[in-house]
């Protein structure tokens, strides 16, 4: 394998960064991430989020003349992907995809905005090629069923209303890694048009793509795994949903979070495909893309509880305290919230004094606190 001390990823996060506002850029980490980890058993499932006009479908379409692996979608209903119609030929993913792909939507928010009829096929369709294998579904008449099996991975791009709908995807069987994509506040005064960009690095890119599958990832040391292990278990916990009535905001139901396995997985190949562009280097840059990932996976206005309890450490904080920092909230929803997060023992109460629930608080310090280490590289 050819030596190359410095990863092709820097040439093209200085291409975007020569006329986008990308802030650390991450996003472009990611992007690539999701189309190394196809060489996973299970590939990537991430969403970046993040508000319009911030860059994601700039990055997003990356690869969409460059790689005939990663299929771009527009637009999708609930008989997009798999169809038993005349001439569909099983649908998108046996007819285009077929067995190996990553499939790309640069604005998922017009799924989010559909019926909730049209959601439920959406997302019943997009579980099913996670699960790999869709023989059951592919139209309604047998004499025209297409069965297939493969790996698909997913790459979504969506603005921040996919916060509401991360607050019931557990209950669903969510398949999703998140990450919030932000970009530096836009100063008004300075702003000058950006550069016309220099020429794609293709080379580079290239490069890359011939390192993905010369390169193993380093073996993982036992503190490794448990700082896996408790991110996947403190996402589960963190984002387990508690239904309440669409109109008297009644508690309906509260349920149990999911198994942490498949999060386990996820977590796992984002690391893995993360050290390989990086030349299997576990940086600060990669140490934080991934507790980025992990605290994007938890619902925003919980996090936003979680981060002024953890600052405040033992100390604790009463009710009129976290609602002069938490200003973006009125009282309702502060109060369905802090009752959201008791009852799914995210934090606690004493004394009218709130703090995060003793083990959520020793899984988050055990996955946040641990330092990576790893055994030696295998080429």
Partial sequence: MKNIKKSPIGEIQDYYNSYLNLGDGYIVDLVLAARISLRFKKPLWLCIQGSPSSGKTEILNMLKERDPKCHYLYDITGKTLFSGANGAEGGYIPREVKNEGIIIFPD????????????????????????????????????????????????????????GFKKKAASLGERFLYYRHFVPEFNAIDYRKPPIPEQFPEDELNELFELMNSINPPERSDEMERKINCAASWIARGRAVVKRNSRTKEIVQVFPPEEPYRLIEQLSTLLNSLIIIHM??????????????????????????????????????????????????????????????????????HDTKYYLEPNFLELFSEWLVVEPVFEKVKR
């Fill in 108 to 163: 998922f928010t017009t799924v989010l905005s559909a019926p909730i009829y049209t959601q439920s096929n959406i997302m019943s369709q997009l579980r099913i090629i996670h699960d790999g294998d869709a023989s059951r579904l592919t139209g309604i008449d047998t004499n025209r069923k297409m069965p297939w099996s493969g790996k698909v991975g997913v790459l979504i791009g969506v603005t921040d209303a996919i916060e």
């Fill in 280 to 349: 299997n280097q576990v940086s600060d840059r990669v140490q934080k893309i991934f507790m980025d990932v992990v605290t994007g996976c938890v619902p925003r206005d919980r996090m936003e509880i979680v981060n002024c309890l953890w600052q405040e450490g033992n100390t604790g904080l009463k009710r009129e305290e976290l609602t002069h920092l938490l200003n973006s909230f009125n009282n309702s929803s502060l109060t369905h919230l802090l009752q959201d997060m008791r009852l799914l023992k995210l934090i606690v109460c």
